[in-house]
């Protein structure tokens, strides 16, 4: 009896409170075969590149999928998720540069709480980073992917000291050799064969993920503890 009047007014907590919201920018969304719905926001999503929100890449799929992962089994419109496209198969850098600018821009106006960046242009980028910025200081958390070019990280992971930036750990714990490090890298988790949304991907994309699914499970717990 407990544990349904407990569960009971959890749901109605859930029901007539926000849902904690996370901003994916990537590249879209498809459907895939053999995989739950996820919960998305009913506003805020959008593309900067092309006329639809496909995933011709595969890669947001697996992000998104990813990251709903960590929040499986808490309630029902705890939470949901807003998909930004900037990047396609055929998008140049510099083009993704400046989709990725617009897509950070887009998200202020949004009142996230939590954002995923599972990408890595390499170039210090001025405008990148003020975005980046505004958010920061606005209280959206930002997690990043720290790149898998075994060095450094580069933008946006090195936008900002405040951002989460992940690395990517083998199955076994030791680090990726192909997961970029340093100093600035400030969290590392398994992001080796991680199979989600209809596909197998292994990088410090996948690692953010989880890293991001994990910091929203936790902000769902306290929001609804």
Known sequence: MKIFIAATLLSLQVAQAKPVIVAVVDTGYSVPQ??????????????????????????GTNI??????????????????????????????????????KSLRWIKKLNVNIVNLSYEGGHA?????????????????V??????????????????????????????????????????V?????GTNICAGGRCMTGTSQATAIATGKMLRKMIERKFK
């Open 34 to 59: 053999n995989e739950s719905n996820l919960p998305f926001c009913k506003f805020g999503h959008a593309t900067f590149v092309g006329n639809d929100m496909k995933d011709n890449v595969g890669h």
């Open 64 to 101: 998104a999928h990813t990251i709903a992962a960590q929040v499986r089994g808490l309630p029902k419109g705890s939470w949901c998720m807003v998909v930004i496209k900037f990047f396609d198969k055929d998008t140049n850098a510099g083009d993704a540069e400046s989709n990725s600018v």
């Open 125 to 141: 980028n001025s405008a990148e980073r003020l975005a980046i910025k505004r958010l920061l200081d606005s209280g959206i958390k």
């Open 143 to 184: 997690v990043a992917a720290a790149g898998n070019r075994n060095t450094k990280p580069g933008f946006p992971a090195a936008a900002d000291p405040r951002i989460t930036v992940v690395g990517n750990l083998q199955e076994e714990g030791v680090r990726h050799p192909t997961s970029n490090f340093g100093d600035s």
């Open 186 to 190: 400030n969290r590392w988790e398994i």
